[in-house]
T-cell receptor, first 111, second 111 residues
Framework: KAGVTQTPRYLIKTRGQQVTLSCSPI?????VSWYQQTPGQGLQFLFE???????NKGNFPGRFSGRQFSNSRSEMNVSTLELGDSALYLC??????????FGQGTRLTVV | GIQVEQSPPDLILQEGANSTLRCNFS?????LQWFHQNPWGQLINLFY???GTKQNGRLSATTVATERYSLLYISSSQTTDSGVYFC?????????????FGGGTRVLVKP
């Protein structure tokens, strides 16, 4: 069974631009969560979507947003990029309330 | 929110040695997972273990939910065990999936 797929794997953007990252969950999983990993802050929860609705949200500014489509695929968007947004962005999918499985991540560099 | 602390932060082992990693958490949880982060950043599932004991080859884990801690045992360590190990939990009172990660234990196994 295919795992969680994130695209793109690497991205370089300029300050002020916006970026969209994509995540395809494991087939049958309806919960998709996003996490940011930085050396200073570690792994932090961004938000979770379930059946196209945001169900949980972490403590990130409104520049970070997401959505989920009817096929459970999810996208996250970061607008007005800042240098501090450089990070590894990880997506996880889960069968309701149980084990989470992570994709390979998207490494975003903001210059 | 829930606090997750991992110890030790760093561990250097000689190949063949055994080790124990610890994860303490501050509230009741309904989900606890151990992950190994590979050099490319992907989080590899080791155990889903909200309570009890599980074994998988040279790795085993025990969670004592009533005392709010979990232990990951690595026996007969190999150089391929090197990397960062994360513990992540989800609160029992929360709906949906929202993992809170510990700071990780960085393991280096020397040949």
């Amino acid at each position: 069974k295919a795992g969680v797929t994130q695209t793109p794997r690497y991205l370089i953007k300029t300050r002020g631009q916006q970026v969209t990252l994509s995540c395809s969950p494991i087939s049958g999983h309806r919960s998709v969560s996003w996490y940011q990993q930085t050396p200073g802050q570690g792994l932090q929860f961004l938000f979770e979507y379930f059946s196209e609705t945001q169900r949980n949200k972490g403590n990130f500014p409104g520049r970070f947003s997401g959505r989920q489509f009817s096929n459970s695929r999810s996208e996250m968007n970061v607008s007005t990029l800042e240098l501090g947004d450089s990070a590894l962005y990880l997506c996880a999918s889960s069968l309701e309330g149980i084990e989470s499985f992570f994709g390979q991540g998207t490494r975003l560099t903001v210059v | 929110g829930i606090q997750v602390e991992q110890s030790p932060p760093d561990l250097i082992l000689q190949e063949g040695a055994n080790s124990t990693l610890r994860c303490n958490f501050s509230d009741s949880v309904n989900n606890l997972q151990w992950f190994h982060q590979n050099p490319w950043g992907q989080l590899i599932n080791l155990f889903y273990i909200p309570s009890g004991t599980k074994q998988n080859g040279r790795l085993s884990a025990t969670t004592v939910a009533t005392e709010r801690y979990s232990l990951l045992y690595i026996s007969s360590s190999q150089t391929t065990d090197s990397g960062v190990y994360f513990c992540a939990v989800d609160m029992i009172k929360a709906a949906g999936n929202k993992l809170t990660f510990g700071g990780g234990t960085r393991v280096l196994v020397k040949p």
